[in-house]
């Protein structure tokens, strides 16, 4: 990291610069939409690229890297940005080029596509219970002194760190600050997976035949096995079959959830051909350089030539303790500096590769969304989205390429908001598939319906980190008890009266009540401004049904037939609310027709999420 002090800019789309922590970057005209944007990890207003009164934006979405089961953080980024793509589209008018990628080449596909396919030939082998101990024991102890090993790095990276934080002057010890934060929440990832390897030792001690060994050590096996025989897989179909597969799971359980397709969806595979012309054009223009068959990008020319590296997390910047696992060749000695980042890896054993002017190989992480996004979208995006774990490196990785793909052109911001959805912790760590703490999106989907899942999602603030535990869920489950109660209240209020030759005359309640619902409309509008707050929303609309409860209380003691309950007044309240929920997604039907649109709520439903 540089030990220099950290300043945050961003551009407006007007072109006037705007730096991190002053007062101005918030201001705006009255009722502008303020969304949190990562480039400041702030506030601002938002406006389109094309202008202050268009409607049109560009939106580019981090999709799945294919390579496992999808878990419930991951539905947490995807739902979120759902309800956010909703609200944009359905509530403020814009219309949207919604693109996602899908990553369907990438190291940790590589990586799991051969150990199950080495683990499915080991397991039809001919082993003995003893030997497949055996071979489950040296592939634990090795896994054990290697995450050993990352364990105690961390634990150094720490102590330095903390020793280079109380020497720093003070205008450097904010960034500091935030870099030892994050290498302290690493240690307690490496403590955690080094648990989870001692608890495989102990299980392992008591197991005898060979499914038991498995059902402990299987992870461990297929590591293992890829070690000695990882090379040996030449088979490119196996990759192509394991990226498919799930795929085809991703496809299914966003639409469990009720998440809305793209408009364009990318695969890595079908853009290599630009890929390449990409990383070319870098080269071109002297910000990446060829190493042994590799292109790598060059941060150093990359900041001479006048860029800023490293504008989402810069104190995080060369520090391999906090790269993103994908980033599997950050320390080698191919790199001129120890920030340059791979748009092209060489060829080797076991991988699959395609042709380019350096040789056999295939593309780096980051490059692909850089190349697809640019050919679709171009020069300047509107919102670019993603999981909070994305900001470093992929993220400071991204607009990098691109500004140097464009250097020529002039860009210096090619994303104009970064929007990060918040971790989902559980019992203290992120969920994660590395520190195997996670929940399958199937597997949640037998305990909760689509409804609730995403219910759960809109009671939180979509950028801050939010927990998956038991206080979550019951607030959910509580909210969705009150919507039911309300729309079976209004159903009962309405059944059988006729809404035109009933009492239509109002009293005092009618009025209070009305007023209540123009206070609320103009309250949720106010919150949806304000960084599209979807909790402060739920909060709003519970005030304006308990507001309708009462006035419902109040009509049934009174049983007066000069003054009934007014019906249109109780299906406006309801169609409003309607329409909010529906907005959401939380209702599956048009929003004027009130209600939920199925009277399942429970457990297993994969219903009520909308399309």
Known sequence: ?????????????????????????????????MLYNSLLDEKVPFVPASGPGSKSLSWYTCGPTVYDV??????????????????????????????????????????????????????????????VKAFAEKAVQNSFAKQSAKLAEAEAFVVAAKEEQ???????????????????????????????IQTALSALGQAGDSATIYAVASDFVAEE???????????????????????????????SLGVRR??????VSEYM??????????????????????????????????????????????????????ESNFETSEKRSYTDFALWKASKPGEPFWESPWGQGRPGWHIECSAMASTLIGSRMDIHTGGDDLRFPHHDNEPAQAEAFYHNEGCHQWVNYFLHSGHLEIEGLKMSKSLKNFITIMEALKSFSARQLRLLFVLQSWNKSMVYGEASRAEMKAREAQLNFFFQNIEVAVRGVDEITSCAKWQAEERDLSQKLQAVQNQVHEHLLDNLNTAAVMDTLIELIKSTNIYLSKKRESASAAAPAQPLLLRKVATYVTRMLSMFGIVDASWDKPGFADAASGAGDAKGAGT
């Open 1 to 33: 990291m540089s030990k220099a002090s950290i300043v945050r800019e961003w551009t407006r789309t007007d072109g006037s610069k705007c730096v991190g922590g002053s007062e101005d970057n918030a201001k705006a005209p009255r009722g502008s939409l």
């Open 273 to 326: 051909d630009e890929i390449v012309d990409y990383v070319k054009k870098i080269v071109d223009n002297g910000m990446a350089y060829e190493s042994n068959g590799s292109v790598y990008f060059d941060t150093t020319n990359f900041r001479a030539c006048g860029h800023i590296y490293g504008k989402l997390k810069p104190w995080a910047v060369g520090s391999s303790a906090l790269a993103a696992e994908g």
């Open 225 to 255: 096995l890829d070690r000695e025989q990882g090379k040996s897989v030449t088979d490119s179909s196996i990759f192509r079959a394991h990226a498919a597969k799930y795929e085809a799971e991703f496809t299914q359980d966003m639409d």
């Open 262 to 267: 793209p408009d364009v969806l990318t695969r």
């Open 166 to 196: 109380e020497a720093a002057a003070a205008d450097k010890k904010g960034g500091l600050q935030r870099q030892l934060n994050e290498l302290e929440g690493a240690i307690k990832n490496e403590a955690h997976k080094l648990s989870q």
């Open 70 to 131: 999808l878990h419930m953080g991951h539905a947490r980024n995807y739902v979120t940005f759902d309800i956010i793509r909703r609200v944009l589209e359905d509530y403020f008018g814009y219309n949207i080029l919604y693109v996602m990628n899908v990553t369907d080449v990438d190291d940790k596909i590589i990586l799991r596509a051969r150990r199950n396919y080495l683990l499915a030939k080991y397991k039809e082998g001919k082993h003995t219970d003893a030997e």
